[in-house]
């Protein structure tokens, strides 16, 4: 009796299953850590959004203010979204006298801070 031997063209199914089991094995830390690292990146995001609503409103009541800003800084603290936060402000005189430049930082605690610079100008009610 003769032996007919062909040549195996693909892999056995019992091969596609270990290589299968290998590839999860490694992938699911790697996913893990994607995953993470886009939850981070998602609140770091949704902090920096808003603490610029923050630096916004901020500049906002400046220019609505009746009273022209004094030069210097000063720093406080607000309540928004149900968060306390807290701000810098720096007005510094420009070259246009009628003019002043507004700083304002707020504070994101580890992330670091949020910086936005607005100008106020003199009206006729200043």
């Known amino acids: 009796m003769i032996a007919n031997y062909t040549k195996q063209k693909g892999l056995s199914l019992l091969e596609l299953l270990i290589a299968l089991a290998v590839f999860a094995i490694f992938i699911t830390p790697m996913l893990t850590g994607l995953y993470a690292a886009s939850v ?23 220019q609505l203010e009746d009273e022209w ?3 210097g800084k000063k720093q406080g603290e ?43 100008g003199k009206t006729e009610k200043r």
């Open 40 to 62: 981070t990146a998602i609140g770091n995001a949704k902090e920096r959004t808003l603490a610029s609503y923050i630096a916004q409103n901020h500049l906002a009541e400046l």
């Open 69 to 71: 800003p004094s030069t």
């Open 78 to 120: 607000v309540e928004f979204a149900g968060q306390e936060w807290r701000w810098e402000q720096e007005v510094v005189n420009t070259a246009n006298e009628d003019m002043r430049r507004v700083t304002v930082t707020i504070l994101l605690g580890e992330q670091g801070s949020f910086s936005m610079i607005g100008f106020v």
